[in-house]
């Protein structure tokens, strides 16, 4: 019984790391698409949420984990050190908030300051002048975050990101959301 368990766990784990590679071109790609198509963006960070561990008592560690980055010009910083690893109990709740708005696009990051105060601090130290976070929706919870930064305040109509972002994070949201894809193929 236990071999059978640890089979099936490897055979998972082959199986995910198979997907993994097949959709990473696809991926990168759409987080090009989104950068690519705000003028004004100068990078665009792909955030994934994923379990991988629970402790003794059952309480399961969620995280918000960076998966990709693409940048304007060279001169750009990576920020994938500051969401690395972000603990889902620590920045779940703000998350939580952006997701019910559907997005949130801040035109001054000090206007974040007390509302959000954990992502203002990831989004100052990113030296930003201006933030839009996009949820990755899955097929029964969110599987995703995309947060362009912007170096210059950008000024949008309220329809932008629906009519330019929007067709991206659909495919992402495929994507990213692996069980049910894994559930569709079984």
């Known amino acids: 019984m236990v071999e059978k368990i640890l089979e099936s766990e490897q055979v998972e784990k082959i199986e995910a790391e198979k997907y993994t590679e097949r959709v990473t071109p696809l991926i990168n790609t759409q987080v090009q698409y989104i950068l690519m198509s705000d003028p004004n963006a100068s990078n665009v960070i792909l955030l994934s949420y994923h379990n991988n561990q629970h402790s003794s008592q059952g309480f399961s560690y969620r995280y918000i984990t960076y998966i990709t980055e693409k940048f304007k010009s060279v001169d750009d910083e990576l920020h994938e050190e500051l969401f690395k ?9 703000e998350f939580s908030k952006i997701h019910s708005a559907k997005y949130l696009s801040i035109t ?23 933030v839009t ?12 975050m995309i947060i362009v930064l912007y170096d210059r305040k950008p000024s949008y109509d309220i329809n932008y990101y629906a009519r330019n972002i929007s067709p991206y994070l659909q495919r992402l949201a495929t994507i990213l959301d692996y069980n049910n894809f894994k559930k569709n193929i079984n």
Do not use: M, R
């Not at 690893?85 to 709740?93: H, I, K, M, R």
């Open 108 to 130: 001054n990051v000090e206007d974040i300051k007390y509302t959000f105060p954990k992502l203002y601090k990831k989004i100052q130290s990113c030296n930003a002048e201006a």
């Open 133 to 144: 976070f996009l949820p990755i929706e899955g097929t029964n919870d969110p599987v995703g």
């Open 85 to 93: 690893e972000l603990s889902y109990v620590s920045y779940g709740e």
